[in-house]
């Protein structure tokens, strides 16, 4: 018996709707949180609704210099997003596009790099970072991550996906392989670049641990160390946290809602491809 399609529509909006609101779920008990009083239990209605505390939002401003933090969150982030451009661009075009001895070796220790786990690495990058003078800059917030080995991944995917026949008339106009690149790579794979531009954006916002370690003035720490403020000898102030985490949350929502269009058609065109 085959199923009518108007079923099979309203079920899979259903199904839509439902994955949207468990996605939706951990913000709703944040924000409720937020505006629930100190003194408020575990029970369900204090999960579920809330008790319009609006004094912990302003409470939780006064806790950390919070135009500083988001100044250097943004340039922080900005930077990054630059430069992971930069590199997975010129790697990525290295890697896809042009012929050398040892490619495919040096493309697989790039890709080794995912394998090692970041934890492992923080002990000897702090006593280099501490070496060469880089601890509390914004140095070493941006530079360690300005090369994105996803970034490099994906543009060099892309640029495989193109006809070499491009790249060979260009040549034989007489085009460097710089010309190459911006004339010809960097409008064929603007979907990568996106995307790359999404990811790296969100990673360095959502940055915590890093700038922690390698950081102490607020004067260069980002949003996310700010947070930490609220963790105290004392305990944890648990709805100043809470709205905290709103405020710092919602430009970074609205960042994402902004180029979700963007970023839905870059993630279905990463198979690469001329478009006629």
Do not use: C, K
Not at 96 to 119: C, D, N
Not at 170 to 187: F, K, N, Q, T, Y
Not at 223 to 234: K, M, N, Q
Request: no cysteine; hydrophobic share 60%; aromatic share 14%.
């Amino acid at each position: 018996m085959t199923v009518p399609l108007r079923l099979r529509t309203a079920a899979a909006r259903a199904a839509a709707v439902l994955v949207g609101l468990l996605f939706l779920l951990p913000f709703y008990y944040v924000l409720v949180t937020s505006l629930n009083s100190q003194s408020a239990s575990a029970s369900l209605s204090d999960i579920l609704l809330p008790h319009w505390q609006w004094a912990n939002y302003s409470r939780a401003w006064a806790a950390a210099p919070w135009p500083r933090l988001f100044l250097n969150t943004v340039l922080i982030a900005s930077a990054t997003v630059l430069l992971a451009l930069v590199t997975s661009l010129l790697a990525g075009f290295a890697f896809g596009v042009m012929r050398f001895r040892g490619r495919g070796l040096l493309f697989s220790l790039v890709l080794a790099v995912l394998m090692v786990p970041g934890t492992v690495l923080i002990i000897p990058d702090y006593m280099i970072a501490n070496d060469i003078h880089w601890l509390d800059t914004y140095w070493i917030q941006i530079v360690p991550w300005g090369a994105s080995v996803f970034g490099i991944f994906l543009v060099r995917q892309f640029f495989m996906g193109l006809p070499q026949e491009l790249f060979d008339a260009a040549e034989l106009d007489g085009a460097g392989r710089l010309r190459m690149l911006w004339s010809i790579g960097v409008p064929l794979v603007r979907p990568a670049l996106l995307i790359i531009t999404l990811n790296v954006f969100l990673a360095s916002w959502n940055s915590f641990l890093w700038p922690f370690i390698m950081t102490q003035s607020a004067g260069v720490q980002p949003v996310e160390v700010g947070l930490a403020a609220f963790a105290g000898s004392d305990g944890t102030d648990y709805t100043g946290l809470s709205a905290a985490v709103v405020f710092t949350t919602v430009p970074v929502l609205a960042f994402f809602l902004a180029l979700q269009r963007h970023f839905i058609t870059g993630a279905m065109s990463t198979a690469g491809g001329v478009r006629g």
